[in-house]
């Protein structure tokens, strides 16, 4: 377990919801919007610092002053940019990131991934099918360099791609998701995804 005081809680909520049709971080679930949601289950994962991260020019949500909001310096870049965002602020060694969208991710997930990590070390599941899950993991400060360098360049700006790379720089650590839990990591893309 990540002692306190030591982690940050990030929701990515800077997307355009093309999709979806509408904001999703407005999108209502169990009774307030996601933004609300997500930010809770953070709280209650042991993140003492919340923040929200949306791009310029996006709706206000109306945060309560103990949930910050850091925007995108990168406009369009997709969640790296978001990621850099959370990772640039972030005081902390560690930094818990979830995106808006995953309605199924709870307190307990970030707990279990927080058993992998260490004070430089995050921890991001990988599927049975060799993906990883990076809009619900935690990453180490010190990849805020290899993102910025991807930003820059603006070349790789996958995820998926960039989690490999810290993998093989020993930044982060590989946690296998079992199959049974794959429900855990579905997100809110289309207004028919929410129907399930």
Not at 39 to 57: E, F, K, N, S
Not at 60 to 85: Q, S
Not at 118 to 131: F, Q
Not at 167 to 191: D, K
């Amino acid at each position: 377990m990540i002692p306190a005081n030591q982690l940050t809680g990030v929701v990515l909520a800077g997307g355009h919801s093309r999709r979806m049709g509408r904001d999703k971080a407005t999108l209502a679930h169990e009774g307030r919007p996601m933004w609300e949601r997500q930010a809770g289950v953070l709280r209650a994962a042991g993140c003492d610092v919340i923040a929200l991260v949306r791009q310029p020019g996006q709706a206000p949500l109306g945060l309560p002053d103990d949930v910050l909001l850091w925007h995108d310096p990168v406009a369009d870049a997709g969640p790296l940019a978001g990621l850099h965002t959370a990772l640039n602020h972030s005081r902390t060694l560690l930094v818990a990131v979830l995106a808006v969208d995953m309605p199924r991710i709870d307190a307990w997930w970030f707990q279990w991934l927080g058993t992998y990590c260490g004070s430089n070390i995050g921890a991001i599941t990988t599927r049975p099918d060799g993906l990883h899950e990076p809009l619900a993991a935690i990453y180490p400060r010190t990849a805020l360099e290899e993102i910025t360098r991807r930003l820059a360049s603006g070349a790789d700006r996958s995820l998926h791609s960039l989690a490999t790379e810290l993998m093989q720089r020993h930044l982060l650590r590989s946690v296998p998701l079992p199959a049974h839990e794959l429900w855990r990591v579905a997100n809110w893309n289309t207004p028919e995804d929410r129907k399930d």
